[in-house]
C-alpha cells in the first residue's frame, strides 16, 4: 500500500515540475545602467532670466560611444534658491539632434537668485542625470512691489515691451510711468500705464474735488500733456469706492482714462492712469492695464525712487479762449487768459508756451509775462503752420537772463492743461503751402 504512495505522490511532483517549465515566467527588469550623458545647451550657468518671462530648454543626450539619443524619456525638474521644486516640464526630441521643452514662464512673487535645474533621461534600459544653475532676477513688477508696496503686471498689450519712462518720489508719496510703443509708420501702437500716489486720505466726495485734486496735487499728468481731465463718475475698483474719469491728451488718438480711489489698508490715495493707442480689438484695454494692480500691505515697502517728486504750487487754471476755439484772420485778437496762481514777487513771472506743428517739426516759442493774458503776435499767424496753436502757462521763478535777454527761471507751479486754438487763413488766402500730413484733429 505503501509502495502504491509513492508512486502515486512520484506522478504528482513529476506533473507540477512539468506544468511549471511549460508555464511563460514574468521577464525579470534589468537595471537601467547609468551610461547616458545629458548636456545642457540652454540655460547655461551665465543666463539671466526675468520673473514672469518664458524659458525653452535645450538639452543633448548621447549614449557611452557618443551617439545621439533620439527615444529618451527627458523631463526637467525646476527648483528655487531654497531648494523647493518649482516645476516639472517634459523636454522632446526635434530638430538639431536636441530635446527642447515648450516655453515655460518664470513664475512671479518667487525669490531671485540661482535656481536649479535637475535633468533626468531614460530609456527602457540606459538614463542619466545632470544638475546645473541659471539666475532668476526681479522684473519691473517684483521691483516696484519691493519698493512702493504695490504690485502691477506689465502694460504689454500687442507684445509690446515696456520700460519705466518715469519714476519719482518714494513709498509715501511717488509716480511711475511705465510703457512703450511699436515703432511703425506715422501712429504708432503704444500703451502706457501712470500711478501716483500720495499718503492719506484727501475725502474726495465729489467730482470736482477728484478734478482738483489730480490738476493741484498730483500736477504732472500723462505720459504726453493733457488738454482735459474728467467728468468723473463713482464707480466700484475692485474692492475700493473709486471715481472714473476720461483724459483727454494732445491727439484724438490718446485715449486715457484715469481711476482715483483712497485704499485704507495703506493710507494712502491712488490715481491709476492708463493711454492706449491702436488697441487690440474684443477687449476693454484701459481694464487689462490697470486690473492687475494689488495693493500688498504686508510687504514692508521703504523705495526711494531715482528721482525726488515735484512739489509745486497748483498750475494756472486756463480761462480763454476754450477748449479748441476756432478763428479766421487777423482782425480778432487772441488773448489767451488763465487766473494767477498768486500775488507774484518781483522775481516771478508767467512763461507762455506756444507750439505749432508743420510738416514733420514742432517749433516752439516762448513768451515771458507778469500779466494773466497775453495775445498771439500776428507774426505767429505768418508762419508756415498748421493752423493749430497749442498754448500752457507755469509760474516761475527769475533765476537769470538768456542769450536774448528775456528771463529763465526755475517753475513754481506745476504746467497747466494744454489748450489749443484754430487759426485758419479765410480760403484762398494762405500765404505758404500748406504741409500737413498728419493732421492733429
Known amino acids: ?14 506533473f507540477l515540475v512539468l506544468f511549471t517549465a511549460c508555464t511563460p515566467q514574468p521577464p525579470t527588469a534589468l537595471p537601467q545602467a547609468e551610461d547616458l550623458t545629458v548636456s545642457m545647451l540652454y540655460p547655461v550657468q551665465t543666463t539671466e ?15 557611452e560611444r557618443g551617439n545621439i539619443v533620439k527615444d529618451a524619456q527627458v523631463t526637467l525638474s525646476f527648483s528655487n534658491p531654497d531648494g523647493e521644486q518649482v516645476a516639472s516640464i517634459p523636454a522632446n526630441f526635434g530638430d538639431g539632434d536636441v530635446y527642447r521643452s515648450e516655453a515655460w514662464p518664470i513664475p ?91 499718503a492719506g486720505n484727501f475725502n474726495l466726495k465729489t ?68 493711454t492706449v493707442v491702436q488697441a487690440p480689438t474684443g477687449i476693454d484695454a484701459h481694464a487689462y492695464l490697470r486690473d492687475g494692480f494689488e495693493i500688498h500691505p504686508e510687504v514692508d515697502a521703504q523705495g526711494v525712487a531715482p528721482r525726488p517728486l515735484s512739489r509745486l504750487l497748483p498750475p494756472p487754471e486756463l480761462v480763454s479762449p476754450e477748449l479748441g476755439a476756432r478763428f479766421t484772420g487777423t482782425d480778432q485778437p487772441i488773448t489767451l487768459v488763465w487766473k494767477p496762481v498768486k500775488e507774484l514777487a518781483e ?16 517749433p516752439l516759442v516762448k513768451y515771458t509775462t507778469r500779466e494773466t493774458r497775453f495775445t498771439l503776435p500776428e507774426s505767429l499767424y505768418q508762419q508756415p503752420n498748421c493752423n493749430i496753436f497749442n498754448w500752457r502757462v507755469t509760474l516761475m521763478r527769475q533765476t537769470g537772463l538768456d542769450e536774448n535777454g528775456q528771463p529763465k527761471g526755475e517753475p513754481l507751479s506745476f504746467n497747466s492743461l494744454y489748450w489749443y486754438v484754430e487759426w485758419l487763413y479765410p480760403l484762398g488766402e494762405t500765404p505758404f503751402l500748406r504741409k500737413c500730413p498728419n493732421e492733429q484733429f
Open 49 to 63: 532670466v526675468e520673473m514672469g518671462k518664458a524659458l525653452k530648454s535645450i538639452i543633448r543626450v548621447t549614449d
Open 207 to 274: 467730482a470736482e474735488e477728484v478734478r482738483q485734486f489730480m490738476l493741484n496735487e498730483l500736477g504732472d499728468l500723462g505720459f504726453t500733456p493733457l488738454r482735459e481731465i474728467g467728468p468723473f463718475e463713482q464707480v466700484k475698483f475692485k474692492n475700493w469706492d473709486a471715481w472714473q474719469g476720461a483724459a483727454r491728451g494732445q491727439f484724438l488718438r490718446y485715449d486715457g482714462q484715469w481711476m482715483v480711489f483712497y485704499a485704507p489698508e495703506v493710507n494712502k490715495t491712488y490715481a491709476i492712469g492708463t
Open 108 to 198: 512671479h512673487k518667487m525669490q531671485d537668485g540661482n535656481w536649479t535645474i535637475r535633468v533626468e533621461a531614460k530609456t527602457d534600459t540606459h538614463q542619466g542625470t545632470m544638475t546645473t544653475t541659471f539666475r532668476v532676477k526681479n522684473s519691473i513688477s517684483e521691483t516696484l512691489l519691493y519698493k512702493y508696496g504695490f504690485w502691477s503686471d506689465a502694460p504689454d498689450l500687442r507684445g509690446i515691451v515696456p520700460s519705466l519712462f518715469k519714476e519719482s518720489g518714494d513709498a509715501q508719496n511717488g509716480v511711475i510711468i511705465w510703457g512703450g510703443t511699436i515703432l511703425t509708420q506715422h501712429i504708432f501702437p503704444e500703451n502706457w500705464l501712470e500711478i501716483h500716489w500720495r
Open 1 to 14: 500500500m505503501k509502495r502504491y504512495y509513492r508512486s502515486v505522490l512520484y506522478s504528482v511532483l513529476v
Open 347 to 362: 522775481d516771478e513771472y508767467y512763461l507762455v508756451r506756444v507750439d505749432y506743428n508743420y510738416i514733420e517739426s514742432n
